[in-house]
């Protein structure tokens, strides 16, 4: 009989910790780099943002911010209530239904309203012809605006809110509304008083989600020409050339979405004392009838319509009747975005993976630590992350640009900034968090226990991988390259900035053809992006219906 | 403290084991020897180091000092630990720890997979039927009620014909009625399979009800690891005596070698103890030892009574302050307040020295 000592498995645990904090550190990088120059710039940079443009971006930003929280709250908390304790016609689909418009990335249903509704679209065609009015006779509502803006957002937004106070509704014991029911409520009372306030934190934390991603939007607002902080990083970026100011620019950002962060933290604590432990009942739906029943049906329609049914069926009828289509080109293009957006979704399962398990082994401070740190990319807009790689990248490049020519005589050209390395670490920053969800969701419902069974029946750590934990961790490592896969491919700023030259993907090449006013060329593309982008809401939708059973 | 057992060849030993989490010191100086056949049974109250003494048998923990034997083999000590998979020695865990991806029959399989395949399924449905379950061959772990999963969780581990069983808290997650019928059921299993086991505990009855040995812990301690009926007959020492069976100690006064003097009375042995005349002793009264009588001297204060059905449980005050509990036939009525006259019956006094060694 053999006896082993404990090391090498403590070395096994140590290279993975020591993993998990070399993955954190560089993931961090780009922030760091930011928050650098919050410090490092000089009072005339920054004078000059504040007297110039910084008044238009905050004031916009605000705008926008505020705007959509109104919007998404009308659209997703009405409906996730109607849904999840009324029972009318077409609940059962609506449930699934009102996530549809996830699926469409904002500068896409952009694109789509405003060749349905700028002065050359069928809308206002339509009116002219009925009327027989001319240009500027009548009043139209003009889409490219802040306002279009708003309504854009919260139409493809409004279902985090739903989620996730939707969630919350289900969850609330019946008993807690019985109880107010023989305390003298009403029904509507007891919505105001009770079933509001109870899911509240939900509400927030999906608020919260929400406007992250509003911040984060650069094709929706630069499209229709309202100056926010995203768009303004690009202009300074590449109008300016000015790095540092840009960089800055990027802090300030930084610091609203930091504030999103805390407040969705804060909230997401105050959910775990609400939620209840008590044995739950299924809460029996309020049967409505008449014109109760069509009032909510509307209330449930129009968003699912407005968010994805009309602007899909018009994407479709671009793509297919009237697009100028080049199937070549379409291949490549398709061929460029699968391509990396596989590499992108394998690379990050392998880093979570390693984070997961560096977790599982060894939870010491450090590496939980780390974790945490490697799933905080997905609150950062693009912009900030492609700023803060693009600046570190392209220093390292002229650095070993100048020792190579000195040394070798060979200039070995851009290998950081000017390659996909640049851009897939961009993506890592960003999409790391989901993978590592996905994958430590699975990983925690593998109990420790289970483990040391397979060892007291003869397995080596190896073979418990081999045999427990990997047809174990199947769906969850497939569920997690797929939403990266997604994520990557709808991505539109940060592979605007660091796609090497003539480098195109499916999203920026739909993004420059509605940047040339040809937006009915760019609906092959949008349309592709869509339907791949229905992937991950069917999957969604799926779990949430077993989720009922 | 050696067991009684008569056999000598142990089929699990250990010898002054010490384990720790970081430099924390959870068990100390633990000995045991468990004879090959029997069933010992590690009871003592949450976080007495118990769990960790089993997972340091499976080989999960590294000793800090002493060893674990098996039959002839040393397989941990403070140098060397024998991984978990080379140990022979099955486990049953307390959250039960199926592999939830495979069928009953394939959870059965996984630890006897080098087995050809006809041997494999003899074996499976061998245990099947010896679990009681033998249509339930190719259920998934979800679709099984709770003692279902219990069961199969043992077949499991007694498919490769372990040297030992392992069992952490294996009844807890169970309801109190499904407890009574699988825990003697669990022992027949055992038995029949003629293999050793150990189990760890918090509860005294299923101790009882299960194990021919029981080693009573506390604070990382093994108090007493003895026959069963000893443990409850002679505790070793005055937490063995209180955790087991619920006893209250009492000061007395020993007067002469057969006999003790106390608040109620003079107590006398059969047998001569070894105590010095004068000195002042601890003795252990149990409910049963305690009966209500109208003809006694003696008499207690009732401070709270409890109705349990055939009978009133009484907690009384003597003078002293020190507390008894005695059971009182249901048609008999005190008032809390009441002075009560209680008689001790005690023929084997189990005493410690006021000051007892721990």
């Known amino acids: 009989m053999t006896t082993q000592t404990l090391n090498s498995s403590t070395r096994n645990i140590n290279w993975l910790s020591g993993s998990a904090v070399l993955i954190a550190s560089v993931l961090a990088l780009p922030v760091l780099v930011i928050c650098a120059f919050l410090f490092a710039g000089s009072v005339e940079v920054w004078s000059h943002l504040f007297s110039t443009v910084l008044g238009d971006y905050i004031g916009n930003s605000l705008a926008l911010l505020v705007g959509v929280s109104a919007g998404v709250l009308l659209l997703g908390v009405p409906t996730a209530w109607l849904t999840s304790v009324c029972e009318f016609p077409g609940r059962k689909i609506f449930t699934w239904a009102l996530l549809l418009p996830l699926a469409v990335p904002a500068y896409i249903i952009a694109y789509t309203y405003t060749g349905l509704l700028d002065f050359a679209g069928p809308v206002q065609s339509l009116i ?320 420790p226990s289970v483990d040391s069974a397979g060892r007291s029946l003869g397995c080596t750590p190896a073979q418990v991988l081999k045999r427990i934990h990997v047809p174990l961790m199947r769906s969850s490592v497939l569920t997690a390259l797929l939403i990266v896969f997604v994520d990557v491919l709808k991505e539109l700023p940060a592979t605007l900035i660091l796609r090497p030259f003539n480098f195109n993907t499916l999203a920026v090449r739909a993004f420059e053809l509605a940047s040339d006013e040809r937006l009915i060329d760019a609906a092959p593309a949008s349309l592709m992006i869509v339907a791949v982008g229905l992937l991950p809401v069917i999957l969604l939708s799926r779990s949430i219906a077993r989720g009922k059973e | 403290m050696n067991a009684q057992g008569t056999s000598l060849i142990y089929q699990l030993e250990l010898k002054s084991l010490d384990l720790a989490y970081g430099c924390k010191t959870v068990v100390h100086h633990a000995s045991l020897q468990l004879p090959a056949g029997q069933i010992g049974c590690l009871l003592g109250p949450s976080g007495c180091g118990k769990s960790t003494l089993l997972h340091a048998i499976a ?121 009574e019928t699988l825990v003697p059921e669990v022992r027949r299993i055992l038995k029949q399979e003629g293999i050793s086991a150990l189990v760890v505990s918090h509860d005294q009855s299923e101790a009882f009800s299960i194990a021919d040995l029981i080693g009573v812990m506390n604070e990382g301690e093994i108090h007493q690891w003895d026959l069963a009926k000893r443990v409850y007959q002679q505790p070793a020492t005055p937490f063995v005596a209180q955790f087991v069976g619920q006893g209250n100690l009492i000061d007395a006064t020993v007067s002469c070698e057969h006999c003790v003097d106390t608040v109620l009375g003079k107590i006398r042995s059969t047998k001569p103890h070894q105590l010095v005349p004068g000195e002042q002793v601890k003795l252990l009264i149990r409910q049963y030892n305690v009966s209500q009588s109208s003809e006694s001297p003696f008499t207690a204060q009732l401070l709270k009574k409890t109705f349990r059905g055939a009978y009133h449980q009484y907690q009384l005050q003597l003078e002293s302050g020190e507390m008894l509990t005695c059971a009182v036939p249901a048609n008999v009525e005190h008032q809390p307040g009441e002075r009560v006259h209680i008689q001790l019956n005690i023929n084997n006094p189990v005493l410690f020295s006021a000051d007892p060694p721990q």
């Open chain 2, 59 to 179: 080989g999960f923990e590294k000793p800090t000092q002493g060893s674990i034997s098996t039959v002839n083999n040393v397989i941990s000590d403070e140098n060397s630990v024998l991984p978990p998979e080379q140990r022979n020695i099955g486990m049953v865990f307390q959250d039960v720890a199926l592999f939830p991806h495979l069928t009953v029959a394939d959870n059965i399989r996984f630890g006897i997979r080098q087995l050809e395949s006809t041997q494999q399924q003899q074996r499976i449905s061998e245990l099947l039927s010896l679990i009681g379950l033998p249509e339930y061959a190719n259920r998934y772990p979800h679709e099984l009620s709770g003692g279902q999963q219990q069961r199969v969780a043992l077949a499991r581990a007694l498919a490769p014909k372990p040297d030992l069983l392992l069992m952490d808290e294996p009844f807890s997650g169970l309801d109190a009625k499904l407890r």
């Open chain 1, 128 to 447: 002219r012809n009925i009327t027989g009015l001319g240009y500027g006779e009548y009043y139209f509502f003009e889409i490219r605006s802040l306002g279009g803006a708003t309504v854009m957002l919260s139409l493809v937004l409004y279902p985090y809110v739903y989620l996730l106070s939707r969630a919350a509704f289900l969850e609330q014991s019946n008993s807690a509304i019985e109880v107010s029911r023989t305390l003298g409520y009403s029904r509507t009372q007891a919505f105001f008083k009770l079933a509001l306030p109870l899911a509240r934190p939900a509400i927030i934390a999906g608020l919260t989600l929400a406007l992250m991603e509003t911040l984060a939007d650069y094709g929706t607002v630069q499209y229709f020409g309202v100056t926010t902080f995203t768009t303004g990083i690009f202009r300074t970026f590449y109008g300016l050339g000015d790095s540092a100011a840009a960089a800055q620019l990027a802090a300030m950002l930084l610091g609203f979405v930091v504030l999103l962060i805390l407040l969705e933290k804060y909230s997401r604590r105050q959910i775990k004392y609400h939620s209840s432990n008590e044995q739950r009942k299924r809460p029996k739906l309020v049967k409505l009838t008449g014109t109760e029943a069509a009032g909510a049906f509307l209330i449930c329609l129009l968003p699912v319509l407005f968010g994805f049914l009309l602007p899909g069926g018009v994407l479709l009828n671009w793509a297919i009747t009237q697009a100028e289509f080049n199937p070549q080109d379409f291949i490549e293009l398709a061929w460029n975005s699968f391509t990396l957006a596989s590499a992108a979704a394998v690379l990050a399962v392998l880093l979570a993976l390693i984070l997961a398990y560096a977790r599982r082994m060894n939870n010491h401070r450090r590496v939980q630590t780390s974790v945490m740190i490697a799933g905080m990319g997905y609150a950062l807009p693009g912009t900030i992350i492609a700023i803060g790689i693009l600046i570190p990248m392209a220093w390292l490049d002229h650095q070993l640009i100048n020792l190579s020519s000195e040394w070798f005589g060979f200039n070995p050209g851009l290998i950081f900034s000017g390659t996909l390395f640049a851009l897939l670490f961009a993506y890592m920053v960003r999409f790391l968090a989901v993978s590592l969800g996905s994958i430590q969701t699975g990983l925690d419902k593998i109990k």
